[in-house]
């Protein structure tokens, strides 16, 4: 079970780090 979460929290963080990284580039 807590590799599952793990695994939530990293998929989590990664598409919220990709989501603003394209709002870094669109705002420029």
Same mark, same amino acid.
Do not use: A, E, G, Q
């Given at each position: #079970?807590? #590799? /599952? !979460?793990?695994?939530? !929290?990293? /998929? %989590? *963080? %990664?598409y919220? /780090?990709?989501? *603003?990284? %394209? +709002? #870094?580039?669109? +705002?420029?």
């Amino acid at each position: #079970m807590p #590799m /599952f !979460w793990k695994t939530v !929290w990293s /998929f %989590l *963080f %990664l598409y919220c /780090f990709n989501s *603003f990284l %394209l +709002c #870094m580039i669109d +705002c420029r």
